[in-house]
């Protein structure tokens, strides 16, 4: 009785695809579970619908005990564990899930998981996630995200290496709040924990493809599962898509916003006894995107936000907010990035305990090329300024941990870890200019008759960092009973950072100036390269109590003392005043919660209560450089976060499933500092909401299958998800910050389908944002004459798919 009753809990987290923040309700819209291993059966024979437990998490002998077939196993904690019994607010996602959601990567997993957000931006060099309100946003190459994102146990060095196709992943783990003991130094909000499919003992694979409507986006992606051997197991993954975009170009007379992506993943198993696994996992990818060119969403405006004249708009498209769909860029922003890495991770036991080696390469190369004027040309007045920046980076990391049993009093996971992150970009900025006293008040394109002069002014910036870290960590837990127990954990980190920056430039202005003073006074010679290097060591860690109810009720409360390193604000427009090493952040983080699975499993209701301030908060601030307020990249001050989370799955029969859930944010600067030489009127007032920290977000979503009892099932679904408004230009300003506020939205997304009763293939329909509702993923200031910059994303118009999948 116990194990169908646990059984059925589990294929109720797997039909919404998440259990804590269990929103993902998309799953079964364009995806088919894998055949391999076979479907989970419910007690009365049909395949489950669930997809978030079909490849569960390799499971040591030690936690097996408790795992009863089909629960949802995670990582969380560094060891295999049943999903309810860890203490910490979890989202989980399948593949599947993911996939369905339209955007297979992180993006795609910000609308089915409430406490996360994205930062949209003109390339993923500069993206940036956050949880709970928290995240970071910089242009520097010498600061880290908040949100550390992990691959198969790899850490990547840098937020923009996540945001690439995800394909033939199991899971996303989304831990909330900050997991520095176990994950490090850039999990100060948070950590994303990306498990593949790993190679089983079945022949066999899939292959799926996709065409979506509004930019001719076509998908083709498949994986094939070889077993060489008993002991030696394989699996080769690959994809390529390609997608016109969702923007018009009047310069080209073509789309913009797509992309071309293709890549491929090979892992290797072996076992080479019953008591160590070698795991070999290589990856490669190749992107090309024309994205993402931003739409010039407002006339021009003065500094208190009225409207005024000016000639550059008789070249614009007509600003309609966030329903522009057109630029006219005589350069199509662009983003071109290639990446491969390796891992080898080595599980052997020693005694009862585990032993794991994980060592890694990864190479990472992104080149921008951006269209910074936003028209089609050189005018007299408006210059043409034209950015290139490609960017190398390099990591080696290795970790090694000793896991103890779970089944005894203590139970610990001790480990150290060593990370070199290197990274360097030479950043060109060519300008067009042909200026004369004054601004005329039409467009007279240089180079023509009764135009100045034409200038060319040429910059380039080459700068890098280098990035040191090693840490000993270790969590316990103390099992006073078999309902109470106490976990504990603690890390000492040590982080060294090197950087430098050199620039030749012809370029006038503040921000531009190719030398820096090389005493702290500023009376030394002038140097043509900065040179800078700052070290820090911290004891970070957690405690917190954790009483199971029952065996289905579980409670839990703790403390977490977060860390983010030291940084540098180093980027093309560095000056002397940016020299400075910014400082460590740290964060006191509260959590309380409580995961509840009640009538027999068909309901699951999880809530959680937090609290979290951060010191030394790490952002862009408005500094004064030259007479002129610009961004900088400081100790931007104190800020905090709280609010409460709450998520449902309710499976009232057992081929319909219905899941929510629910977050409320209220993140906002406590205290922010003045910069030096800044008014007061630069500072970032008290109160003030963090950019991309809508208040409230929530999802609802529903899965049926209808099995017909004939050659095929019927397969329906709907998901919804709401945000309420949120800033997205963090300024000291209130004029800028009300015109950089995303006003709040739903969206509505349906799917209909077709498949034979042993999931061998289905063939799904979907329509994404039913309704048709338009919204801005990021609005910036800096477009001509004082307008405002929209990103514009796919999911902001109505579109229409088709998914057929085939299993084998």
């Not at 203490?87 to 409430?114: C, D, F, H, M, N």
């Not at 083709?220 to 994809?239: D, K, Q």
Request: aromatic letters at 10%; glycine letters at 12%; hydrophobic letters at 35%.
């Amino acid at each position: 009785m116990m194990k169908a009753r646990t059984l059925r809990i589990a294929m109720l987290l797997g039909a919404a695809t998440s259990a804590l923040s269990i929103c993902t309700t998309a799953s079964a819209q364009n995806a088919i579970p894998p055949l391999s291993p076979a479907p989970q059966t419910q007690p009365n024979g049909p395949p489950a619908p669930g997809v978030a437990a079909e490849q569960p998490a390799r499971v040591e002998p030690d936690t097996a005990g408790d795992v009863e077939p089909g629960e949802i196993v995670v990582t969380a904690q560094k060891r295999s564990e049943r999903l309810q019994d860890v203490p910490i607010a979890v989202s989980v996602i399948s593949g599947q899930a993911l996939a369905a959601s339209g955007k297979p990567g992180l993006e795609g997993a910000v609308t089915l998981v409430p406490a996360l957000n994205f930062q949209k931006s003109g390339t993923t060099l500069n993206q940036s996630l956050f949880l709970r309100g928290v995240g970071t946003t910089t242009f520097s190459i010498a600061g880290e995200p908040s949100v550390s994102t992990v691959l198969d146990g790899v850490v990547f060095a840098r937020s923009g290496e996540a945001f690439g196709d995800l394909v033939d992943i199991e899971r996303l783990e989304v831990l909330r709040g900050p997991q520095g003991t176990l994950f490090g130094k850039n999990a100060s909000a948070g950590v994303v924990n990306i498990v593949s499919v790993q190679p089983t003992e079945e022949l066999g694979g899939y292959v799926e493809g996709g065409y979506f409507t509004n930019g001719d986006e076509r998908r083709i992606r498949g994986a094939l599962n070889i077993p060489v051997s008993e002991n030696l197991l394989t699996r080769f993954t690959g994809f390529y898509g390609k997608y016109e975009g969702n923007i018009r170009n009047v310069a080209t007379g073509g789309r913009v916003n797509g992309y071309e992506h293709y890549g491929a993943r090979a892992q290797l198993k072996w076992t080479p006894s019953a008591s160590t696994t070698i795991a070999l996992i290589g990856d490669y990818h190749r992107n090309d995107d024309n994205c993402c060119a931003e739409v010039i969403g407002t006339g021009p405006l003065n500094a208190a936000g009225v409207a005024i004249t000016s000639p550059a708009f008789a070249v614009l498209p007509t600003p309609r907010g966030d329903e522009t769909r057109q630029v006219n860029q005589n350069l199509v922003t662009r983003t071109k990035e290639e990446g491969y890495g390796v891992s080898l991770q080595l599980d052997t036991e020693l005694g009862t305990q585990t032993v794991t080696s994980i060592t890694a390469y990864r190479d990472y190369r992104n080149t921008e090329i951006r269209d910074g004027d936003f028209l089609p040309s050189a005018y007299v007045g408006f210059n043409q300024l034209h950015d290139t920046g490609p960017q190398t980076g390099h990591t080696f990391s290795q970790e090694l941990r000793l896991t103890s049993p779970a089944q005894q009093f203590l139970a610990y996971v001790l480990g150290i870890y060593y990370s070199r992150a290197e990274s360097e970009r030479i950043y060109s900025r060519a300008d067009v200019v042909c200026n004369g006293a004054t601004t005329p008040t039409t467009l007279i394109p240089c180079g023509t008759a009764g135009a100045p002069a034409t200038t060319t002014p040429f910059g380039r910036a080459d700068f890098g960092s280098v990035f040191k870290n090693i840490a000993a960590f270790g969590q316990a837990t103390a099992n006073f009973t078999d309902r109470f127990r106490f976990i504990g954990g603690l890390r000492w980190t040590a982080d060294q950072l090197n950087v430098f920056h050199s620039r030749t430039t012809t370029l006038a202005g503040p921000g531009i100036q190719p030398s820096f003073p090389t005493t702290p006074s500023g009376t030394g010679t002038p140097a043509t390269v900065f040179r800078g290097k700052t070290t820090n060591t911290n004891v970070s860690g957690k405690a917190a109590l954790q009483f199971d109810v029952t065996r289905n009720v579980t409670a839990y409360g703790g403390y977490t003392r977060g860390y983010k390193g030291p940084a540098f604000n180093v980027f093309f427009n560095l000056t002397a005043t940016g020299t400075n090493a910014i400082a460590p952040e740290t964060s006191d983080s509260y959590e309380i919660g409580l995961k509840n699975t009640l009538f027999g499993g068909r309901l699951v209701i999880n809530l959680d209560a937090f609290y979290a301030e951060y010191d030394n908060f790490q952002a862009n601030n408005p500094d004064l450089v030259a007479g002129v307020v610009v961004t900088r990249f400081t100790n931007a001050g104190k800020v905090s976060t709280r609010g409460g989370e709450a998520d449902i799955v309710f499976q009232p029969v057992d081929d319909l499933s219905l899941s929510g859930g629910i977050a409320y944010t209220d993140a906002r600067v406590d205290r922010f500092n003045q910069a030096p030489g800044a008014p007061i009127t630069a500072v970032i007032p008290a109160g003030t909401s963090l950019p991309f920290a809508p208040k409230w977000k929530g999802s609802l979503g529903a899965d049926y299958r209808w099995r017909t009892g004939g050659a095929v099932d019927l397969f329906l679904g709907a998901q919804g998800n709401y945000q309420s408004k949120q800033l997205a230009l963090f300024s000291p300003d209130a004029v800028q910050r009300r015109l950089g506020t995303i006003d709040s939205y739903g969206l509505v997304n349906v799917s209909a389908g077709v498949g034979d009763a042993n999931d061998r293939f289905r063939l799904t329909a979907q329509v994404r944002n039913l309704f048709d509702q338009s919204f801005a993923a990021a609005i910036q200031n800096g477009g001509p004459s004082g307008s405002y910059r929209y990103q514009i994303p796919r999911d902001a118009d109505r579109y229409y798919g088709i998914t057929g999948r085939i299993n084998f």
